[in-house]
């Protein structure tokens, strides 16, 4: 049987280089190809065709969030597994929605991250319990509006209410009812904690 051909796209080295060595002591599997970015990411993929794809959430031209599609129009049947720095669950969703076959942070064991090339090679999708856990704690949570999200990411940026209100162009009355609804999806009760959360759980996106 030939061995499942994976490609990697991830731009930390040494994460990379983890990567490569645990692939290469599997007999099934072969690392076909790597690169460090998006953009040669994406042209390598329509290249090769691999059996199953590592792509990093955070490169340094993109984010696998906004490129699944993208992949899926190239290759709807494409089996990408998303890698993480940390379970964020609100990423992971997305993720998931998008079609990602998978989700594994940077610091998964190398017999987890054989188990997870081999699952989804083999059609099926692959969460690990961990993060599986943090995606049923959060279950049925309701999701932010796109104006929330945008005021969240706002008050993790460190704005004050003033702020967010001059830069939304809206009052503070307002604002201040948005930031409570906040707080009440997220199970928070003030803006330190608020900012904690949004960052544990993947809530807003810092590099737009």
């Not at 994460?15 to 460090?36: C, F, H, K, N, Y």
């Not at 906040?182 to 904690?196: C, L, M, Y």
Request: contains cysteine; proline residues 4%.
């Amino acid at each position: 049987m030939a061995p499942i051909k994976v490609f990697l796209i991830e731009n930390q080295p040494l994460t990379r280089i983890g990567i490569r060595a645990v692939i290469e002591q599997e007999s099934d599997i072969e690392l076909i190809a790597e690169t460090d970015n998006a953009a040669d990411g994406f042209a390598k993929f329509r290249e090769l065709r691999p059996d199953v794809t590592i792509l990093g959430l955070r490169l340094p031209d993109s984010c696998a969030i906004d490129d699944l599609g993208n992949y899926f129009i190239e290759d709807p049947k494409a089996k990408i597994i998303v890698l993480a720095e940390h379970a964020g669950d609100a990423e992971i969703t997305k993720a998931l929605k998008k079609g990602a076959s998978g989700y594994i942070c940077k610091d998964v064991e190398p017999k987890e991250l054989v188990k997870a090339i081999r699952t989804v090679a083999a059609g099926r999708k692959y969460i690990p319990n961990d993060i599986a856990q943090i995606l049923s704690e959060n279950l049925g949570k309701e999701e932010l509006t796109p104006a929330e999200s945008n005021i969240l990411r706002m008050i993790v940026g460190g704005m004050s209410n003033k702020e967010i209100a001059f830069a939304q162009d809206v009052s503070e009355n307002t604002v201040k009812t948005h930031i409570q609804n906040i707080f009440g999806k997220i199970g928070v009760s003030d803006r330190t904690s608020a900012a904690t959360t949004a960052i544990k759980r993947g809530l807003v996106r810092m590099d737009l």
